[in-house]
């Protein structure tokens, strides 16, 4: 890291917990609470309050000299995140989502596993929750079982769900990067890994949990138009030549991206989201076709015409009997 006249500064604190909030109080206390329980010491919280108009600003006023805020004009989660990460003195960056929480060893890991293997990415592993987060007796600390590879890219054939709670990353890397795209509105966290994709090394923690992820209505998980619309974003952008690796790791990426497409697909077929479907299908076929992805390809095609059929025969019924 750098001061203001270029003077290269050591961190004096291992890790910056960035937590972007709006409109969340009653998840964002227990994601508080679940950080103040950290048997790891060395770390700083920073919360964003992204423009709130709920009671979750004076909450986040309330929070005490022992962590910063920052209120700031409704700009986006990506940009919440990066102005947490552009104030942070911490050698790594930890992403929290406000409704998601800690478990009380995840920096302990995270401090173990940076001091074996020196990675400069991290994924974590989560488990899910509704309403209280997990109580103890239900995941236990063990010595940190990871795997670890050149770069995230070299992880491509063993892909999974990374959201960005899960993402630990060395500051200086992050800065890089510049960051969360802040003109994207879904699919964010996936794009931040592929730019940092040939970071090296990278590790993957499979064990102990260390992020408990609630699962509620607003989950964008859960928002079918908002995985379609992370999913276009991702094609258009390896498209475009923004992720690195060249045409040497070109498969590396697109078996990648193609493991977050298929399930988006299929999601929208099952909704009845026929052109969403087809459009993704369309803009991501000859990447399936180079991941020999074929029992896919036909399998789905299969259904859309189909589908596409059905829906024509219904709108031609319909116009004869009128």
């Known amino acids: 890291m750098k ?3 270029g003077a290269v500064k050591e961190p004096q604190i291992d890790f910056s917990i960035i937590v972007p909030v709006f409109n969340r109080k009653s998840y964002l206390e227990a994601a508080i609470h679940s950080i103040s329980r950290q048997t790891y010491q ?13 009671d979750t600003a004076e ?3 309330c929070l005490g000299d022992s962590i910063s805020t920052i209120r700031q004009a409704n700009s986006g989660v990506s940009e919440a995140r990066n102005h947490g990460a552009r104030i942070a003195q911490g050698k790594y960056l930890v992403f929290l989502d406000s409704d998601d929480v800690l478990l009380p060893w995840s920096l302990q890991c995270y401090s173990d596993v940076i001091n074996q293997f020196h990675p400069l990415v991290i994924s974590a592993r989560t488990i899910e929750f509704q309403g209280e987060p997990p109580a103890l007796a239900e995941v236990n600390y063990q010595k940190p079982l990871v795997k670890v590879y050149d770069d995230y890219l070299a992880n491509a054939e063993n892909y999974s769900f990374v959201g960005a709670s899960c993402i630990v990353i060395e500051a200086d890397v992050f800065a890089r990067s510049n960051g969360f795209a802040t003109e994207m509105k879904a699919g964010e966290d996936y794009d931040l890994l592929l730019r940092v994709g040939v970071e090296r090394p990278y590790a993957k923690i499979e064990a102990p949990v260390t ?3 609630r699962v509620h209505a607003d989950n964008v998980s859960k928002k079918v138009d908002r995985l379609v619309e992370s999913s276009s974003n991702l094609l258009a952008r390896e498209f475009e030549g923004i992720y690195p690796g060249g045409p040497e790791r070109a498969f590396d990426r697109i078996t990648v991206i193609g493991r977050v497409v298929r399930p988006v697909i299929l999601a929208s077929l099952q909704r009845g989201r026929l052109e969403d479907a087809w459009r993704l299908y369309r803009k991501s076929f000859w990447m399936h076709v180079r991941a020999m992805r074929i029992r896919f390809l036909v399998a789905t095609a299969v259904f859309l015409f189909f589908a596409f059929a059905r829906d024509a025969t219904k709108l031609f019924s319909g116009a004869r009997a009128a």
């Open 3 to 5: 001061t203001k006249n």
């Open 59 to 61: 909450y986040v006023e």
């Open 42 to 54: 060395s770390y700083e919280v920073i919360v964003i309050d992204d423009g709130s108009t709920d």
């Open 211 to 213: 992020i408990g992820y």
